[in-house]
């Protein structure tokens, strides 16, 4: 954190302005005219951006592949109406971020530790930082399926993922980051594209949201699918995202209306692309699912390939890469907020490399970890792409509790609070997550020790 | 530690700035900390929020939820290193 508040004038005595200020007050002057001039659409543009960063952040590679493979193996029916639900769950609960962060200017890592204490905040931290890693491995495996489509290998995938990381920290604003990103984010409706490329038959994606049953399969299947498609949608990672994003923009109060806006445009879009996934996926069906057993080797877009033609086959590569960089961007920047939050320095996209050195070396450091981990030979690439979600939901319960408790502490958020109606929704969604996380982890470990049968 | 940009930026010592153009960066500078809250100044956020008091009752759930977490987290653990071999 900048420590000197007081202005080097003697006359003044006003707050000493930072470099981050300066930036901050810049775009918020861009909101302040746009408001007063009742540009509505000019305003929504400029405070749209942590909402759908959040939401089509996680539609990422281990996420969309979890999407193909559910339509690949099981059909349309169960998985159609699951995934808008699952969106509804993770627009509550990043409702809450976005408020808290408007209204408190202050990132998700830090609040927890300041009001709840250090052990609090660094075990979020830490869940974080683990939740992460794993997941960012699973994002360079995904450029890496996809660009193994176009005969490229591991070294392009980590240049590519690492390059994206350093080039969008490059120009010291949160707001020329935040459009790079968004630019980028908007590939992933590559995903709907695939899923017209594939030709689905139109009246069986629409009878499709009429709610079937589980299609059938294991006990322990359908807690895997429930606890990998949960972690599709809602991650820890996300909660500090969009918190920290938020004061980072600098949203206030008064923008907290467009930060829903935000928010539900993200979960709208999220829920659409991951359909077209799905859908895209469900093609392979007839196939038995065939190819899901080279997801290592490129095998999704190259049995799309065999099945639907060779567009459909590039466009769920690409899909796949874009996927994977967007999510090493967001994924990074969340890790590299909770650091600088929670060592208590400087963390804000607004300011210089310098200036805030902790912030910087978390971004670009733990997405260098990461890529590592892919150019290890032998490495358990596919298992670590498909675990990374499990863990990411049985970790979650924790961060969405303490995020429950920041939304209703009157003392911080004032009128603020969560409505009774927001409180219900908020504790079923974390039963929700809890009992499906739990019940996977139990259920696996009880197997795996063959205490019970698979 | 960020670099600092006090809001006169310059002092009389500064000769290779003229007056003018000082006095218009500076009205520049206060026009634009109009946009900021208070609460939003780094100067305000470096502040850290008075830790808030938590009864036994919602420490013992948090810890018992920490608690649940890690266990079942180590068991997912343990069945991915299973799953390996």
Same mark, same amino acid.
């Given at each position: ?12 005595? &006003? ?32 405070? =749209?951006? %942590?909402?759908?960063?959040?939401? *089509?952040? +996680?539609?990422?590679? %281990? ?12 059909? *349309?029916?169960?998985?159609? %109406? ?5 969106? !509804? ?21 830090? *609040?927890?530790? &300041? ?25 360079? #495996? ?35 980051? +935040? ?9 992933? @409706?590559?995903?709907? #594209? ?39 949608? =809602? ?7 969009? &918190? ?22 993200? !979960? ?7 359909? @077209? ?23 999704? %877009?190259?049995?799309?390939?065999? =099945? ?12 796949? =890469? ?10 990074? !920047? ?31 450091? #733990? ?88 | ?85």
């Amino acid at each position: 954190m900048s420590t000197p508040v007081i202005s080097a004038s003697p006359l003044l005595r &006003q707050p000493v302005l930072t470099d981050e200020d300066l930036a901050r007050s810049h775009d918020r002057s861009r909101v302040h005219h746009a408001r007063r001039h009742r540009r509505r659409w000019h305003l929504m543009w400029l405070l =749209v951006g %942590p909402g759908i960063l959040a939401m *089509l952040g +996680e539609n990422d590679g %281990p996420s969309m592949i979890a999407y193909a493979s559910d339509g690949a193996q099981y059909g *349309l029916g169960f998985f159609v %109406p699951f995934i808008p639900i699952l969106f !509804a769950m993770a627009y509550v609960c990043q409702e809450m971020c976005m408020r808290v962060g408007a209204v408190t200017h202050r990132g998700y890592g830090e *609040l927890v530790l &300041q009001r709840y204490g250090r052990v609090w905040g660094w075990f979020g931290a830490g869940d974080l930082t683990l939740t992460n890693l794993v997941t960012l491995v699973a994002e360079f #495996v995904a450029i890496r399926v996809g660009l193994a489509y176009f005969h490229l290998g591991s070294g392009v995938a980590v240049a590519l993922g690492l390059a994206l990381v350093v080039f969008t920290l490059s120009g010291g604003r949160y707001w020329r980051w +935040e459009r790079i990103v968004l630019g980028l984010a908007l590939f992933n @409706g590559l995903f709907l #594209v695939a899923a017209i490329l594939v030709k689905p038959h139109v009246g069986s994606v629409v009878d499709a949201f009429a709610f079937t049953p589980f299609p059938g399969g294991s006990f322990n299947t359908l807690l895997l699918l429930l606890a990998s498609t949960i972690g599709a949608t =809602v991650t820890p990672w996300m909660i500090f995202f969009q &918190q920290s994003a938020s004061a980072d923009k600098g949203m206030t109060p008064r923008d907290v209306t467009h930060g829903r806006y935000d928010t539900a445009a993200g !979960a709208v879009l999220a829920a659409v692309f991951g359909i @077209g996934a799905l859908v895209a996926g469900a093609a392979l069906l007839a196939h038995d699912g065939s190819g899901i057993q080279g997801f290592a080797g490129a095998g999704f %877009p190259e049995a799309l390939r065999h =099945v639907a033609g060779g567009a459909a086959g590039a466009v769920f590569a690409l899909g796949l =890469v874009e996927a994977g960089a967007v999510a090493i961007l967001t994924i990074s !920047a969340s890790t590299a907020y909770a650091a600088g939050e929670c060592v208590g320095v400087s963390h804000s996209f607004n300011s210089s490399p310098r200036g805030a050195a902790i912030f910087y070396a978390a971004n670009i450091g #733990v997405a260098m970890l990461a890529a590592t981990v892919i150019l290890i030979p032998g490495a358990p690439l596919l298992s670590i792409a498909l675990n990374a979600n499990v863990l990411a939901t049985v970790l979650l319960p924790v961060s969405l509790v303490l995020m429950v408790m920041l939304a209703n502490d009157k003392g911080l958020m004032g009128q603020w609070v969560n409505k009774r109606s927001t409180n219900v929704i908020g504790i079923a969604v974390i039963a929700f997550v809890g009992i499906c996380g739990a019940a996977y982890g139990i259920d696996s470990f009880l197997q795996a020790t063959h205490v019970i049968g698979s | 530690m960020s670099k600092h940009t006090p809001l006169v930026t310059a002092t009389p010592m500064s000769p290779a700035i003229p007056e003018r153009d000082l006095q218009s960066q500076e009205r520049h500078e206060d026009e634009l900390i109009m946009h900021l809250e208070r609460d939003q100044f780094v100067a305000e956020t470096s502040r850290p929020v008075p830790r808030a008091p938590l009864s036994a009752r919602a420490r013992a759930g948090l810890w018992a939820l920490r608690v649940f977490v890690v266990i079942v987290s180590l068991m997912v653990l343990y069945t991915f290193v299973e799953q390996l071999h």
